[in-house]
């Protein structure tokens, strides 16, 4: 996919958090917090790297997102939803009562949606075994994953790390979601997970540290993972929770509650959108 400029991507971003904050709002419940931190990498990857193709969901040999910290999934619908696998409104009726839009992905019901996830850790460990069958089927695409991280505090976390170095799967890389904050407050405070990048690279990992919401920094960092060879990549993403929105920014009240009609109009204002 050829790349094009910031602005361009920014633009995209600002539109998947009108449309997160919406959703949310009309759902009344949510994680607006996470969703908005983890907006600019899931732009970058569904509008400037994978191969993908939205009227063939299923199509061979292509890339595959996987997000593991599932609660975030608004911002995957609305990134699926602007790049064409169905109409952005078919999002506003997130965890109503039928809907295919639930609180976290099923991949049996949203076109797009690779792995059901939710409970922490578990969408990674499945990252790394699609990374490990696209080796043994000789597959061109490659797995990108998203955690969370709190998410980090997960054991399950780190046999996966293991077993993905010890595969030597370098067509999978990870994106670590650093807002510094989860429900109960700041990931030092609850159990720290530093230092993320120093814990991958012990675990036989390729790591780097960035500005998560700097598209260039993003760009580079997914380049130099695909250069990589022998090893799995991840890329810790240093970002604010609530991003884009003043009074949610770096407040850990926002990690699972849904704004008010005033909050709601006020964040999409602020976003550049319109209600």
Request: charged share 25%; hydrophobic share 40%.
């Amino acid at each position: 996919m050829k790349r094009k400029n910031s602005e361009y991507y920014e633009s995209i971003a600002r539109r998947i958090r009108v449309d997160v904050i919406k959703a949310i709002y009309n759902a009344g419940s949510g994680h607006p917090g996470g969703s908005l931190s983890v907006t600019d990498i899931i732009t970058a990857l569904y509008f400037g790297e994978m191969n993908i193709d939205p009227h063939r969901p299923q199509m061979k040999d292509r890339d595959k997102f996987v997000l593991s910290k599932g609660h975030a999934v608004p911002a995957q619908y609305a990134a699926l939803g602007e790049r064409g696998y169905y109409a952005v409104e078919d999002i506003m009726t997130l965890r109503k009562l039928g809907s295919d839009f639930q609180g976290h992905g099923n991949m049996h019901y949203v076109p797009g949606i690779e792995m059901s996830t939710g409970s922490l850790g578990q969408g990674f460990s499945a990252s790394v075994g699609m990374a490990l069958a696209g080796k043994m089927d000789k597959s061109s695409g490659r797995v990108y994953v998203v955690l969370g991280d709190g998410e980090l505090q997960e054991g399950i976390v780190w046999e996966a790390a293991m077993s993905a170095a010890h595969y030597g799967l370098d067509n999978l890389t990870a994106f670590v979601d650093w807002n510094g904050l989860q429900i109960d407050g700041e990931n030092d405070k609850v159990m720290t997970v530093r230092p993320i990048d120093e814990k991958f690279r012990a675990f036989g990992w390729n790591a780097m540290v960035i500005d998560g919401h700097d598209f260039d920094e993003i760009f580079k960092a997914i380049d130099e993972a695909k250069a990589n060879e022998g090893k799995p990549t991840v890329i810790v993403c240093k970002t604010h929770k609530g991003k884009g929105v003043s009074f949610m920014e770096d407040q850990a009240g926002w990690h699972g509650k849904a704004p008010d009609e005033e909050q709601a109009k006020k964040a999409v204002a602020e976003l550049g959108g319109e209600w």
